[in-house]
């Protein structure tokens, strides 16, 4: 084959064919011709690749020619081609052609040179020739140079020796059919007999191989054919050289195997079926029977087409199947599921295999958490939760344990492992939380989350939220202990119960009182069902006596609710303070005026015995102690005509208190005035009371006096301190009587009766008037006594004031009931005198008495909140007094007085001085 690329080495060599001609017997000479490969090249004086010749008989005998075809641009006499071989050794150059016509790209046949027969005897068997051209072969299409149709030819005479080598590790007998010598018996590498035998070349021979018992002839190699049974003859032609036979005798060799598959490359759950397949193959070299095929992990048994299998290619395999259905407890170990398959027959040993099919185990589980509450709407509500717990995995869940964070306790679960299993395969946990004040105050939703796991899957959590319903509420609740109110001042108690009806925590309580200002809370935060009692308070004022009651209403408000109202509380007004009150200051400022009217009676006694001392018309005087301050008058017709006379030098009517030897006696009408201004002051209560006596009388004769006397009062009371102020305008007319009984004893009385228009403002804003009918009675025994210039004046003597206050309804519209005062009072005591008589008609008086008071009937001052008497309790008390009266000749005179009251009495005392000046107004 020519290669058609320029310049290029030749790519593929031919191993020379050689052709064996018999042209003689043995041991006579005869011709060889072997081929030899094409060769080419491209440009000037190229040189072609080597080819190689192989398998040369190197017993030449000669030289030998090489013959061969150029193509080319070659032809001029120095256009040459030299052949150069290579016998493994040297490089020999063994000749040079010149091809004359071979012009213009032609083609020259049987060119030929010369081989050295050392050249090929030299050799070992194998040689390499180059063709090279000399100058410029030219341009031809295709190739420049190529060398074609090369044969090498030279002549030998051999015999050859066919020798049988046995093969394989059994027996055998080896017999050449005549006229062959061979009949041996060959084993692996050796043999006994003849084995081999001298042949001439190109003879050719027929050998049988047979084999021994317990061994079989597997066939030849080297021979030229085959043939017979089992391929037993050999047909060899032993030409070109020595040649070898090679029969194979094997032990018989009873084998097999097993190759278990399955179409199952994963396991994945219990109760998956895996299908296995068994592949047995006879691999051993004689025909198998009884095979049986055990497989350790499978459902029944393996199931086989056939029992037998023969060894022979394409008839000695067999399928065989069978299934495994996976357990629970091949997921729940892993790894693999493996099956151990052992083939087994009459001949061969058993065959084994084991298929490992991983187990894909995917633990997993879920966990849904719910309750039976759809709403959480108090704090200590307890919510129960329910957990479904459900193994969704291949294997079985162990040490299965719940957490959930928002839960009492812990999880409780029935178990703590869970097959995978359908219908198996879940539970349920349960857990309770309580609901905390805190959660109901957050609001939004009670959310819980929990985790389940176990010692296989992965976590797996829910989380549940439930809806916190928030209803903030309160009650307000107002109260008071007060169920009325009497007097302005008053101050009412008010409790406000603020509670929490709601179900959270309210925050920033406030209370709101539209009435109160003083609202006061202990607390401003509430925790449900808790409440707090606030307190407030009201001062009554003055229109709330008039108005009757008292309504309100409280609110109470918070962060979390709207105002709420509470209920109105509503307290009535209670008169009978009122009226007690007003009662009761009408009642005292009587009793203080009948006391005052009582102890300023005027002395009726000098009515007969003082007709007039020619002194000073009008008489002055006054007295005074810490708490009660007085002045007073007196004059008459008779003491202002006194006066004048002393003045003109006349005579007047004396009746001198030192005694009657030395009077003169009374006669005639007389009309006479005394007044009096007095201020007291008792526990806080200031009173005034102005007196003013108007009286007429006639001396029947000089031991019997009567006349008619009228009497004015005003009088004014006003305590800032209990806020009450009482004045009144009074009189009371009436006749008098004085007689003297005795020398030494007189008697007088009198009788008045009268009414009175008062006002009265109890609570210091607004003035009601009543009115009072009044009466009075007095008698009294003055005994008159004189020794020399002492003289003694006992007296004893009785007075009764009695008044009564007239029903009325005042500006509250409240009825105040009438009342009546009265005081009787029995005095009794001697007066003691003595008078010294000075120079130029000066006297000095010196006076001491003492006086029994005796309280038959009091007029109490009572307290305006109890009605209790606040004065002594006390009835009989005594009185000292003690003075001195100087009287000038001109008819001035000074008395000065002082008096303790109370002896005798607990709890009660007064004291105090008087002082009188009488001037003459000439």
Same mark, same amino acid.
């Given at each position: 084959?020519?290669?058609?690329?320029?310049?290029?080495?030749?790519?593929?060599?031919?191993?020379?064919?050689?052709?064996?001609?018999?042209?003689?017997?043995?041991?006579?000479?005869?011709?060889?011709?072997?081929?030899?490969?094409?060769?080419?090249?491209?440009?000037?004086?190229?040189?072609?690749?080597?080819?190689?010749?192989?398998?040369?008989?190197?017993?030449?005998?000669?030289?030998?020619?090489?013959?061969?075809?150029?193509?080319?641009?070659?032809?001029?006499?120095?256009?040459?081609?030299?052949?150069?071989?290579?016998?493994?050794?040297?490089?020999?150059?063994?000749?040079?052609?010149?091809?004359?016509?071979?012009?213009?790209?032609?083609?020259?046949?049987?060119?030929?040179?010369?081989?050295?027969?050392?050249?090929?005897?030299?050799?070992?068997?194998?040689?390499?020739?180059?063709?090279?051209?000399?100058?410029?072969?030219?341009?031809?299409?295709?190739?420049?140079?190529?060398?074609?149709?090369?044969?090498?030819?030279?002549?030998?005479?051999?015999?050859?020796?066919?020798?049988?080598?046995?093969?394989?590790?059994?027996?055998?007998?080896?017999?050449?059919?005549?006229?062959?010598?061979?009949?041996?018996?060959?084993?692996?590498?050796?043999?006994?007999?003849?084995?081999?035998?001298?042949?001439?070349?190109?003879?050719?021979?027929?050998?049988?191989?047979?084999?021994?018992?317990?061994?079989?002839?597997?066939?030849?190699?080297?021979?030229?054919?085959?043939?017979?049974?089992?391929?037993?003859?050999? @047909?060899?032609?032993?030409?070109?050289?020595?040649?070898?036979?090679?029969?194979?005798?094997?032990?018989?060799?009873?084998?097999?195997?097993?190759?278990?598959?399955?179409?199952?490359?994963?396991?994945?759950?219990?109760?998956?079926?895996?299908?296995?397949?068994?592949?047995?193959?006879?691999?051993?070299?004689?025909?198998?029977?009884?095979?049986?095929?055990?497989?350790?992990?499978?459902?029944?048994?393996?199931?086989?087409?056939?029992?037998?299998?023969?060894?022979?290619?394409?008839?000695?395999?067999?399928?065989?199947?069978?299934?495994?259905?996976?357990?629970?407890?091949?997921?729940?170990?892993?790894?693999?599921?493996?099956?151990?398959?052992?083939?087994?027959?009459?001949?061969?040993?058993?065959?084994?295999?084991?298929?490992?099919?991983?187990?894909?185990?995917t633990p997993t589980m879920t966990v849904y958490k719910s309750s039976t509450f759809t709403s959480v709407t108090a704090a200590g509500q307890v919510?129960?939760?329910?957990?479904?717990? @459900?193994?969704?995995?291949?294997?079985?869940?162990?040490?299965?344990?719940?957490?959930? %964070?928002?839960?009492?306790?812990?999880?409780?679960?029935?178990?703590?492992?869970?097959?995978?299993?359908?219908?198996?395969?879940?539970?349920?946990?349960?857990?309770?939380?309580?609901?905390?004040?805190?959660?109901?105050?957050?609001?939004?939703?009670?959310?819980?989350?929990?985790?389940?796991?176990?010692?296989?899957?992965?976590?797996?959590?829910?989380?549940?939220?439930?809806?916190?319903?928030?209803?903030?509420?309160?009650?307000?609740?107002?109260?008071?202990?007060?169920?009325?109110?009497?007097?302005?001042?008053?101050?009412?108690?008010?409790?406000?119960?603020?509670?929490?009806?709601?179900?959270? @925590?309210?925050?920033?309580?406030?209370?709101?009182?539209?009435?109160?200002?003083?609202?006061?809370?202990?607390?401003?935060?509430?925790?449900?069902?808790?409440?707090?009692?606030?307190?407030?308070?009201?001062?009554?004022?003055?229109?709330?006596?008039?108005?009757?009651?008292?309504?309100?209403?409280?609110?109470?408000?918070?962060?979390?609710?709207?105002?709420?109202?509470?209920?109105?509380?509503?307290?009535?007004?209670?008169?009978?303070?009122?009226?007690?009150?007003?009662?009761?200051?009408?009642?005292?400022?009587?009793?203080?005026?009948?006391?005052?009217?009582?102890?300023?009676?005027?002395?009726?006694?000098?009515?007969?015995?003082?007709?007039?001392?020619?002194?000073?018309?009008?008489?002055?005087?006054?007295?005074?102690?810490?708490?009660?301050?007085?002045?007073?008058?007196?004059?008459?017709?008779?003491?202002?005509?006194?006066?004048?006379?002393?003045?003109?030098?006349?005579?007047?009517?004396?009746?001198?208190?030192?005694?009657?030897?030395?009077?003169?006696?009374?006669?005639?009408?007389?009309?006479?005035?005394?007044?009096?201004?007095?201020?007291?002051?008792?526990?806080?209560?200031?009173?005034?009371?102005?007196?003013?006596?108007?009286?007429?009388?006639?001396?029947?004769?000089?031991?019997?006096?009567?006349?008619?006397?009228?009497?004015?009062?005003?009088?004014?009371?006003?305590?800032?301190?209990?806020?009450?102020?009482?004045?009144?305008?009074?009189?009371?007319?009436?006749?008098?009587?004085?007689?003297?009984?005795?020398?030494?004893?007189?008697? %007088?009385?009198?009788?008045?009766?009268?009414?009175?228009?008062?006002?009265?403002?109890?609570?210091?804003?607004?003035?009601?008037?009543?009115?009072?009918?009044?009466?009075?009675?007095?008698?009294?025994?003055?005994?008159?006594?004189?020794?020399?210039?002492?003289?003694?004046?006992?007296?004893?003597?009785?007075?009764?004031?009695?008044?009564?206050?007239?029903?009325?309804?005042?500006?509250?519209?409240?009825?105040?009931?009438?009342?009546?005062?009265?005081?009787?009072?029995?005095?009794?005591?001697?007066?003691?005198?003595?008078?010294?008589?000075?120079?130029?008609? @000066?006297?000095?008086?010196?006076?001491?008495?003492?006086? !029994?008071?005796?309280?038959?009937?009091?007029?109490?001052?009572? %307290?305006?909140?109890?009605?209790?008497?606040?004065?002594?309790?006390?009835?009989?008390?005594?009185?000292?007094?003690?003075?001195?009266?100087?009287?000038?000749?001109? !008819?001035?005179?000074?008395?000065?007085?002082?008096?303790?009251?109370?002896?005798?009495?607990?709890?009660?005392?007064?004291?105090?001085?008087?002082?009188?000046?009488?001037?003459?107004?000439?």
């Open positions: 084959m020519m290669i058609r690329r320029k310049h290029a080495m030749l790519c593929a060599q031919f191993f020379a064919i050689f052709f064996i001609v018999f042209s003689a017997l043995a041991g006579q000479a005869f011709a060889v011709t072997y081929s030899v490969p094409n060769a080419s090249c491209n440009g000037a004086g190229c040189n072609t690749s080597y080819v190689n010749v192989t398998g040369l008989d190197t017993n030449i005998s000669g030289n030998a020619t090489l013959t061969f075809r150029a193509y080319g641009d070659i032809g001029n006499s120095d256009e040459t081609i030299t052949v150069r071989i290579n016998n493994g050794a040297t490089t020999t150059n063994v000749g040079t052609v010149n091809p004359s016509g071979f012009l213009f790209c032609g083609i020259v046949n049987n060119l030929t040179v010369t081989v050295p027969q050392s050249i090929i005897a030299n050799s070992s068997g194998s040689i390499s020739i180059q063709y090279r051209t000399s100058n410029d072969v030219g341009s031809c299409p295709g190739t420049d140079f190529r060398v074609s149709n090369a044969s090498l030819t030279y002549s030998t005479a051999v015999n050859r020796t066919l020798t049988v080598s046995g093969q394989g590790n059994g027996t055998g007998t080896i017999t050449g059919a005549s006229p062959s010598t061979i009949n041996c018996t060959s084993t692996a590498g050796s043999g006994s007999g003849t084995c081999s035998e001298t042949v001439a070349n190109g003879t050719t021979r027929t050998l049988t191989a047979t084999a021994s018992t317990g061994s079989m002839f597997t066939g030849w190699s080297g021979c030229t054919s085959v043939s017979g049974p089992g391929n037993s003859v050999c @047909t060899i032609n032993v030409t070109g050289g020595n040649r070898t036979v090679q029969p194979t005798f094997i032990l018989n060799d009873p084998r097999m195997t097993v190759d278990k598959s399955s179409t199952t490359t994963s396991v994945t759950a219990a109760g998956q079926p895996v299908p296995y397949s068994y592949l047995v193959t006879n691999t051993g070299n004689i025909t198998l029977t009884g095979i049986l095929l055990i497989d350790d992990n499978i459902d029944g048994s393996v199931s086989c087409p056939q029992s037998t299998l023969a060894p022979t290619s394409g008839s000695n395999t067999m399928t065989c199947t069978a299934q495994h259905t996976v357990t629970l407890a091949e997921m729940n170990a892993g790894g693999n599921v493996s099956n151990t398959v052992t083939a087994s027959s009459n001949e061969a040993p058993n065959a084994t295999d084991t298929l490992d099919i991983p187990i894909t185990q919510v129960p939760y329910s957990y479904l717990v @459900t193994n969704t995995g291949n294997i079985t869940l162990t040490g299965i344990s719940l957490i959930d %964070d928002n839960i009492d306790g812990s999880v409780s679960c029935p178990a703590a492992s869970l097959p995978p299993t359908s219908g198996s395969n879940t539970m349920t946990c349960t857990a309770q939380h309580t609901v905390t004040l805190a959660e109901m105050n957050a609001g939004g939703n009670l959310t819980n989350n929990v985790t389940a796991s176990s010692n296989e899957a992965p976590d797996a959590t829910d989380s549940l939220s439930i809806p916190i319903t928030q209803t903030p509420g309160m009650s307000v609740v107002k109260s008071s202990t007060a169920t009325t109110y009497t007097m302005v001042g008053d101050v009412l108690d008010y409790e406000i119960l603020i509670t929490n009806t709601g179900n959270i @925590t309210l925050t920033n309580i406030s209370l709101d009182d539209p009435l109160t200002s003083d609202e006061s809370c202990p607390v401003n935060t509430l925790d449900p069902n808790t409440s707090t009692t606030c307190t407030a308070s009201y001062t009554v004022m003055e229109s709330d006596l008039s108005n009757g009651s008292i309504s309100n209403t409280a609110s109470a408000d918070s962060d979390q609710t709207t105002p709420q109202s509470s209920n109105t509380v509503t307290i009535n007004f209670d008169p009978s303070e009122v009226r007690a009150r007003t009662s009761r200051i009408i009642a005292n400022f009587m009793s203080r005026r009948a006391d005052q009217i009582t102890a300023s009676d005027p002395d009726l006694v000098s009515r007969m015995t003082g007709c007039g001392n020619g002194g000073a018309p009008v008489t002055v005087g006054g007295d005074g102690t810490p708490d009660s301050q007085s002045l007073n008058f007196s004059t008459s017709l008779r003491q202002m005509s006194a006066s004048r006379k002393k003045r003109n030098g006349e005579p007047a009517e004396r009746l001198d208190e030192t005694g009657p030897s030395d009077a003169q006696p009374c006669s005639g009408f007389d009309i006479w005035a005394s007044g009096q201004w007095s201020r007291n002051r008792t526990d806080g209560t200031a009173n005034t009371l102005g007196l003013f006596y108007l009286g007429i009388d006639y001396h029947l004769s000089p031991s019997l006096v009567v006349g008619l006397l009228a009497q004015f009062d005003h009088s004014e009371e006003m305590d800032n301190f209990e806020g009450f102020a009482v004045r009144g305008n009074g009189w009371l007319v009436g006749p008098y009587i004085v007689a003297r009984l005795t020398d030494t004893l007189i008697f %007088d009385g009198r009788f008045a009766w009268g009414q009175s228009d008062n006002k009265v403002n109890p609570l210091g804003f607004y003035e009601d008037d009543f009115e009072t009918e009044r009466w009075l009675g007095r008698a009294r025994l003055t005994g008159d006594y004189r020794f020399g210039n002492f003289s003694v004046q006992p007296h004893v003597g009785v007075i009764y004031f009695h008044e009564k206050q007239k029903a009325y309804t005042d500006s509250l519209d409240i009825a105040i009931p009438s009342q009546t005062i009265s005081l009787g009072r029995l005095t009794f005591g001697p007066k003691f005198a003595y008078t010294i008589h000075g120079a130029g008609g @000066t006297t000095i008086t010196p006076e001491f008495g003492i006086m !029994g008071i005796w309280d038959f009937d009091k007029a109490e001052i009572v %307290d305006l909140e109890t009605g209790r008497p606040t004065g002594s309790n006390d009835d009989v008390r005594a009185r000292i007094e003690a003075g001195i009266t100087v009287a000038l000749p001109s !008819g001035m005179s000074l008395q000065g007085e002082g008096f303790y009251d109370g002896i005798g009495a607990s709890n009660s005392e007064a004291y105090g001085g008087r002082m009188r000046l009488n001037l003459p107004l000439n």
